[in-house]
């Protein structure tokens, strides 16, 4: 992935910042509070991964804001991609999801820093440019909670930060309603494979039957997510 050389804050001109997310009103807003900084510019967008993927090269950003929730694909998925082409492209979440449920794991698939989009008007500038210097950012209530955790050693148990980022996926999908057919669908696997992450899930949880499990599924969608 090949970015302008003369695109970076040190040059004095504008960073390029590509935009991926599946709201066109969202996109609107990003591009305009992005076009009031003189040291930021938005050079391109998409709604999901796969026109990500394809627009990225062309556009040659110097940081890319992802969205968790895509129209396609999923935004982990992408973030993970754009590391293993480029590991150092910068990449800067804005989501609705809890950062307390998502953060750490988009820091693990490659992401420099994590924004909620109902302080994006107030964060996202200097998130930008913070990542674009090479340093991660979070918030204050987020950066103490991930200390707490490095204090904290001990194995999880009966909670979701045991599931994969798949297993993740997968248990908020049950708790939008799908069924197990519909997930496959979805994420473009087989039944088996979504019945065995379902398993893998029931049993780090600590659940007894497939109901229990998509109760709690249920439940974790209206914290996380609502």
Not at 49 to 65: C, G, M, N, Q
Not at 101 to 110: K, P, Q, S, T, Y
Not at 111 to 138: C, D, F, H, Q
Request: charged letters at 25%.
């Amino acid at each position: 992935m090949n970015r302008n050389p003369q695109s970076a804050p040190e040059t004095g001109n504008p960073a390029r910042v590509f935009i991926v997310d599946d709201h066109p009103v969202v996109y609107e807003g990003l591009t305009s509070l992005i076009a009031h900084d003189p040291d930021l510019m938005v050079c391109g967008g998409a709604d999901g991964a796969s026109a990500a993927r394809a627009k990225l090269d062309e556009s040659r950003p110097d940081a890319v804001v992802v969205d968790l929730a895509l129209k396609e694909g999923t935004g982990l998925e992408l973030i993970k991609d754009i590391h293993a082409r480029d590991p150092d492209l910068p990449v800067l979440v804005l989501s609705m999801r809890d950062e307390s449920v998502f953060a750490e794991r988009a820091l693990r698939a490659g992401a420099r820093g994590y924004v909620m989009k109902e302080a994006a008007g107030v964060s996202l500038i200097g998130a930008l440019k913070t990542v674009l210097k090479g340093n991660i950012y979070l918030s204050d209530s987020l950066s103490r909670r991930l200390l707490t955790q490095l204090k904290n050693t001990a194995k999880c148990r009966n909670d979701t930060g045991c599931l994969t980022d798949r297993e993740l996926e997968v248990f908020g999908l049950l708790g939008h309603g799908l069924t197990t057919r519909q997930i496959a669908v979805k994420l473009g696997r087989s039944v088996k494979t979504v019945e065995s992450h379902r398993e893998n899930i029931k049993h780090k949880l600590g659940c007894s039957n497939a109901a229990e499990l998509v109760q709690r599924a249920v439940r974790w969608v209206q914290r996380a997510e609502g």
